[in-house]
């Protein structure tokens, strides 16, 4: 990644938004409604991310959240910065942490999201993280279930809210 200074891993300000959107005090493991029951801890962890078991009705307590947490998304931080071509603020990369951090590194890189950032159309591209092309559909506010895609309003604003943050 080109940064024109340092950009921290899981800055404070990262921290507290995962807390509003992941939500704080989950310590107990909770079976993700919208994930289709994938057992979820602390902010956003779940088997696909911890190098411990997540069970649901296992407790965690703060000092373990706090240690997967920063591990977690250092790690996926990592690997998001692999894929920006172009300088980008604390604000855009947390904003796009927070995404990965939802979604995936792999689909947050693919997304139209950052190959406009990369493109150097910053303003675009943050707004990409919540909106489609023609600016009036979302995106990545959506779950598959049983009765096919859904979407979800509370996805909605997290992505409104990175997109503010991006843009910052």
């Known amino acids: 990644?080109?940064?024109?200074?340092?950009?921290?891993?899981?800055?404070?300000?990262?921290?507290?938004?995962?807390?509003?959107?992941?939500?704080?005090?989950q310590n107990v493991a909770y079976p993700d409604k919208l994930a289709g029951g994938l057992p979820t801890v602390c902010k956003g962890i779940t088997k696909h991310t911890s190098p411990y078991p997540v069970v649901v009705g296992d407790y965690w307590s703060d000092a373990r959240c706090e240690e997967v947490e920063r591990m977690v998304v250092s790690k996926g931080q990592l690997k998001l910065a692999d894929c920006l071509h172009r300088p980008v603020s604390q604000n855009t990369f947390d904003a796009l942490s927070s995404h990965a951090h939802n979604?995936?590194?792999?689909?947050?890189?693919a997304s139209r999201a950052v190959g406009l950032i990369n493109a150097g159309r910053l303003a675009e591209g943050c707004k990409a993280l919540a909106w489609?092309?023609?600016?009036?559909?979302?995106?990545?506010?959506?779950?598959?279930n049983a009765t096919g895609k859904v979407f979800v309003p509370g996805l909605h604003s997290r992505r409104r809210a990175e997109a503010e943050l991006c843009v910052r």
């Open 132 to 144: 489609a092309e023609d600016g009036r559909a979302p995106v990545w506010a959506y779950v598959t």
């Open 103 to 109: 979604f995936g590194v792999p689909s947050t890189c």
């Open 1 to 25: 990644m080109i940064a024109t200074g340092a950009l921290a891993l899981f800055s404070p300000q990262l921290q507290d938004f995962l807390g509003r959107w992941e939500g704080e005090g």
